[in-house]
């Protein structure tokens, strides 16, 4: 889909080098690309470029952003986006490729965008075993960001058929690699310093794990009741200084995010003021998001004041965010 909601055409690409061929292309474009991991089938963008990843929100309709898991070909690749403490080398080594997602804290040479990670200062990151998600992760040479290819409130894709059933005309293309073979997500495990906590039950047992690790993970309960939301250790990304929405006009000393080629009165006497789309744009909105918020908030204002921004389409998602940061005090 497009900036305006427009349909695109989706094409179906055969797991061939050509293929391949195709899709790394899309992807560096900016585009998106569906493609089989062996859990289910991925919606990837270039998690370095933000506005492609806001393609992924646009094209699930997901009216909220979570932080996404980053795709690599290898351990190695992985090191230069998250910091691996022993505990997630251990399990790198043991589970890579696999249905295991590490959360770890940012690495200094991470390329990854603000908004595949929601802010965070932290990265999800998965090496798939899939061999047609490894040829394309290592054709593309860049990590790919993808959650599943379905639309919000659907379930997840295991067949080329359920992405197009869900995405034909809202996205590039779909890399056909034929069943998807565990079915289910791949287990979360966050390794931020703390014990290693399951964040999310999946294709590899929490037993491998504490095998692997030699001791107790903890999270989900024992007996699986009581799970641990996915992204719940994630506590989103919040602003320092207080955000006040819907501000027609600048107070004196505020910082000010704007939206829209107007003028708000008393821009003048802003501490400091970024414009996420002076076209209006809601994608490039969502892509400046998170970044912009960290800067306004590095000004030292007390207050980042807000201009109004329409709640369609994208904006349903980047207004989700900024009432948060609204009401997190
Ligand atoms: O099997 C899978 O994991 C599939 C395939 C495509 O790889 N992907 C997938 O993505 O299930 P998604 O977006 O549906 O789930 C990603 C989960 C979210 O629940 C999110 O909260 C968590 O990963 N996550 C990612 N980065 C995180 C972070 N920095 N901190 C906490 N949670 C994180
Ligand atoms: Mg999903």
Known sequence: ??????????????????????AAEILRHGGLVAFPTETVYGLGA?????????????????????????????????????IFDETALRLA?????GPLTLVVPVAPTCTISDLARAGLDSVGLRVPS?????????????????????????????????????LDGRIDAVL???AAEVGLESTIVACLGGPPRLLRPGGVPREAIEAVIGQ?????????NNPVAPGM??????????????????????????????????????????????NGD?????????????????????????????EAGLGEAINDRLRRAAAER
């Not at 055409?9 to 061929?21: E, S, V, Y």
């Not at 993808?146 to 997840?156: C, D, E, Y």
């Not at 000004?299 to 980042?304: D, F, K, M, P, Q």
């Open 233 to 278: 250790l994630a506590s989103h990304y919040a602003p320092r200084a207080q955000v006040r929405l819907d501000a027609k006009d600048i107070r004196s000393g505020e910082a000010a995010l704007l939206f829209g080629a107007g003028r708000p009165g008393g821009i003048e006497g802003a501490a400091a003021s970024l414009n996420l789309s002076e």
């Open 216 to 224: 107790k993970l903890e999270g989900a309960s024992e007996t699986g």
């Open 282 to 310: 809601l994608t490039e909105a969502a892509a400046h998001l998170f970044s912009y918020l960290r800067q306004l908030d590095a000004s030292g204002a007390a207050t980042i004041a807000v201009s109004p921004i329409p």
């Open 93 to 97: 080594a043991a589970f890579w490729p």
């Open 1 to 22: 889909m497009n900036d305006h909601g427009s349909m695109v055409r989706t094409d179906r690409l055969q797991p061939d080098a050509a293929g391949l061929a195709r």
């Open 46 to 82: 270039d998690a370095t470029q933000a506005e492609a990843v806001a393609g992924i929100y646009a094209a699930k309709d997901r009216p909220s952003f979570n932080p996404l898991i980053s795709h690599l070909d290898s351990v190695r690749s992985a090191q230069v986006q998250g």
């Open 130 to 166: 899939h061999p047609l998600a490894h040829a394309l992760l290592a054709a593309f040479g860049r990590p790919v960001a993808a959650p599943s290819a379905n639309r919000s409130g659907r379930v997840s894709p295991t067949a080329a058929d359920h992405v197009l059933g869900d």
């Open 176 to 178: 056909d690699g034929g």
